[in-house]
């Protein structure tokens, strides 16, 4: 399953199958909002 790391506090997010470029995920540890932007083989995360 595909995961990024949380900008704001380093933690594993993990992603749906069917995530795509500019969804917005909940991290589960502290609530920060990110957007998920493309990096070629998987995603990175900004703050929303
Ligand atoms: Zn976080």
């Known amino acids: 399953m595909k995961s990024v790391i949380c900008p704001v506090c380093g933690a594993r997010v993990m ?3 069917g995530a795509k470029e500019g969804d917005i995920v909940t991290c589960q540890k502290c609530g920060a909002r990110l ?8 995603f990175r ?3 929303a």
């Open 15 to 17: 992603l749906g199958f």
């Open 35 to 42: 957007r998920l932007i493309s990096d070629g083989s998987g």
């Open 45 to 47: 995360a900004a703050a």
